[in-house]
């Protein structure tokens, strides 16, 4: 079964960080674009941004432009996205996702089960 699997959530305060991990199960992941995602409850799920398979271009929504990062490891085949600067509004739970292309198109395919970030003091 082709699919991805999140790690590294948990509980931050406010100004901290967090490392989530994206690790595949049944593929490799240096074909595809990954895209990182959160849904906070009672919201839709939200894309945080995106990876090429290169790593060469990220993209990011606003509201974490300068606080979050998105990097790959192709060789160990982990996409990471680093979360500083942390705020309670951040607290969701995360997935990662392939994209279908190389590039990042905005169509996705394997999903993750998601983690949890909770975001308090």
């Known amino acids: 079964q082709v699919q991805v699997e999140e790690s590294g959530g948990g509980w931050a305060q406010p100004g901290g960080s967090l490392r989530l991990s994206c690790a595949p199960s049944?593929?490799?992941?240096?074909?595809?674009?990954m895209g990182w995602f959160r849904q906070a409850p009672g919201k839709e799920r939200e894309g945080i941004g995106c990876?090429?398979?290169?790593?060469?271009?990220?993209y990011y929504t606003d509201s974490v432009k300068g606080r979050f990062t998105i990097s790959r490891d192709n060789d160990n085949d982990t996409v990471y996205l680093q979360m500083n600067n942390l705020k309670p509004e951040d607290t969701a739970v995360y997935y990662c996702?392939?994209?279908?292309?190389?590039?990042?198109?905005?169509?996705?395919?394997?999903w993750g089960q998601g983690t949890q970030v909770t975001v308090s003091s």
């Open positions: 996702a392939t994209d279908e292309y190389y590039y990042c198109s905005g169509t996705f395919g394997s």
């Open positions: 049944g593929f490799t992941l240096d074909y595809y674009a």
């Open positions: 990876i090429t398979n290169s790593g060469v271009s990220t």
